[in-house]
Every structure is written in structure tokens, then in C-alpha cells.
């Protein structure tokens, strides 16, 4: 072996004659080689984990109403089925994106407690819910979003004498504290079963997005498919990993395809159509909700008999944050991060 790349020492490992030998060596003191595994960790495109999927609303309800005769709040904490992709481990709904189905029924509140994660629920159906968030509380009205920002202390209920159960899409950003990507999320439960709240007027406090508002900005657009953003008062995104828009399709109509490396939720609010998610086509009706990987191409198309609204909700603005947004008709070429890269060197 050349002198120039002896060890400081002059005590050398021994088997270093032949590559096999040496990376087992290597191996005993947990270092190993990059260039046997460079298409695994440098992938020629983006390899989501997750596969598209729907989840019929239909068909998961009568368990989730049925749960909430064997369980109270109290036992439960929030009483959710989650939405998990069949093709990653619990509670993944997309490789960065969880979703579920939460429920209240008169006269309940889920306790309050406070997490990192930031959620945003879509209501489905129900009458008399609210949620109450650091102090405010808001009653729900169906097809709101409303925002739960992280570390803010909440709870939600349903008030006595109502009717039937209170049901939303809870949407959250918890894959990405999972252990093994950011293991920092952890939870904070209130030393009593409510937070101290006050009622506020919807329009008021900052959190929440009434349907019919949307509808009217989605019906304005005079396109044969419309997407509006929500979007919080200072114009930012609704959170700094979370975004949600909504979209209208027209009877007849269909979305432009789309490939983009952000991964997304969709809901259906009212309608029904079908989606071709690369080469596989998802039927949806109304309440169900499927999801787009990373990178899979997809189309959204409607029939003749009826206009389609869509709620989505997607990890794009974490995305732009790092820098690591793209999608198929964007010049990638101008995203190269080439200024201010240099330094004036140092005495």
C-alpha cells in the first residue's frame, strides 16, 4: 500500500488485499460504502412510498358511528379512524400528510390538549359542533376549514339537545415527526377536560373558512375548471408545512394534468367524478376522500349530470420552504440555488 494512504499509525487493520475484506471491515465499525446504494439514496425521480387510494365515506361511517357507542371521549381522546395508506405503516395517509375521520356526538367534548402538529379539519356534517382553539371557541358549519396552529390548546364538542354525530376530516402534518424523519412532536394535555373559552364570531377569528364564501369565489372564476387557495389574512399559506385550496369542475368537465413532487389530500365536498392517478382510474362520490402521491401524474374528471367541488389539502408550502418544490412544466433549471453561495474570506 502506498505510504500516502497508510494510517497515521503504523499498526494497519488486517484483510485489506481485496474490496470484500475491506468493507466488512469497515462494517465492524458501522461505516459503510455509498456507491453500492447510490440509485437508493439518489433517486432519477421522486419514489414515494405511498400509493394512491381512496377511502369511501359510505362505507367507513357506520363503523366510525357505531365506535362511538363503545367509546366516550374520555377513553378515547379523539374519537378518529384514521385514513392509512395500505401501502406504508400507520398512521400515513401519504409519505408526509395524515388524514382521519373524527366524530363528537351531542353533548361530548373531546378533552383538550396541544401538539406540535399543525391540523386543519374540513366539516362534513352535523349541526351544533364547535371547536375551541387557544381560548376561542367557534361553532362549525359544514364544509368550513378551520385551522388548528401548533401548540395551541383545543378542544372540540357538540352541544346538548342537538342531533346526530358532528363529523369532519381531521388533516395533519404528523408523518413528519414520526421517528426516523423529525422525531420532535409530542403532546400536552390540559389539566382540565376544557380550556377556558369564549364564543367569537366566525369571521373574526382568523381560523376559520366558511364554505359558502369559497363556493362564491370558486364560482366566479367562469372556467370550465377553478382553483382557489385558502389563504391567511397576511396572504401566506395557512401554515408553514400545511396548504388547502378548493377546486370547482364543471359538469362535463376536467382538471389539466398535474405532476408535482408535493403530495396531496383530496375530499370530495359535493359530486361525483373519477380521477386518473397515473394509469389507474379512482372512482369518488361525494365524502370521500383519496389521495396523490408525490410525483404521480393525475386528471380529475367530471360527467355530464352535475358540477364538482373538491377540498384538498397537500405539504406543499413545507416543500417551497426547503426548496424542494417542482413540477413537471416548471423550468427547473431557474430553481438553481447559485446566489449568495460565496463568502469573503476570513483573516
Known sequence: MSPSLTQPSDTQPPNLSTLPTILSGAATHHAYPLWTSMSKYNPPSPSPLATPHKWSYRAIRPYLVAASSHTTPAEAERRVLMLANPSIPRPNTTDTLYTGLQLVLPGETAPAHRHTAFAVRFIIEGEGGYTAIQGQRIRMQKHDVILTPSWCWHDHGKEEGSEGPMIWLDGLDIPLWMPGKLPVHFVEHYKEARYPAVDVEREESGLVFPWKEMRERLDGG??????????????????????????????????????????????????????????????????????????????????????????????????????????????????????????????
Not at 261 to 273: D, F, K, L, Q, R
Not at 285 to 296: G, M, N, Q
Request: proline share 2%; glycine share 10%.
Open 222 to 347: 367562469g372556467k370550465e375548471w377553478v382553483v382557489q387557495e385558502y389563504r391567511a389574512r397576511d396572504g401566506g399559506y395557512i401554515s408553514k408545512t400545511i396548504g388547502a385550496s378548493a377546486e370547482r369542475i364543471n359538469a362535463g368537465g376536467k382538471s389539466d394534468l398535474r405532476q408535482e413532487t408535493a403530495s396531496s389530500i383530496y375530499h370530495v365536498v359535493t359530486g361525483s367524478g373519477y380521477s386518473i392517478i397515473n394509469d389507474e382510474r379512482i372512482d369518488w362520490t361525494e365524502s370521500d376522500t383519496f389521495c396523490i402521491p408525490a410525483w404521480y401524474k393525475y386528471e380529475h374528471f367530471v360527467g355530464p349530470g352535475e358540477t364538482v367541488y373538491l377540498y384538498r389539502f397537500d405539504d406543499k408550502p413545507m416543500l417551497e420552504a426547503v426548496g424542494a418544490y417542482r413540477s413537471a412544466d416548471m423550468d427547473v433549471d431557474s430553481l438553481a440555488e447559485t446566489k449568495n453561495m460565496g463568502g469573503a474570506a476570513s483573516n
